[in-house]
């Protein structure tokens, strides 16, 4: 499938305060660096929040679960 661009900014301002602090640097290996940049974007039927951790710059994405599926795991 293709990569869709979605509109990030058309989040509330909470939930893109919520998004652009609570991330995960792979190359920092810290939480809640901050992330800078976001674009938002949906693959094969799944949300992700791509930036750049505003500590390295590195890249840094997060994938937004599904409320309807948010907490249902397959391996239970």
């Known amino acids: 499938m293709s990569r ?7 989040r509330t301002e909470e939930d893109q305060n919520d998004f652009l602090s609570q991330t995960w ?25 791509e930036g ?8 840094v994405v997060t994938e937004i679960a599904d409320e309807s599926t948010d907490g249902d795991w397959d391996d239970e």
């Open 4 to 10: 869709e661009e979605r509109d990030f900014y058309a």
């Open 25 to 49: 640097c792979n190359n920092c290996m810290a939480a809640d660096l901050g992330m800078k940049e976001p674009q938002e974007y949906e693959l094969d039927g799944v949300v992700y929040i």
């Open 52 to 59: 750049k951790c505003t500590k390295c710059g590195e890249p």
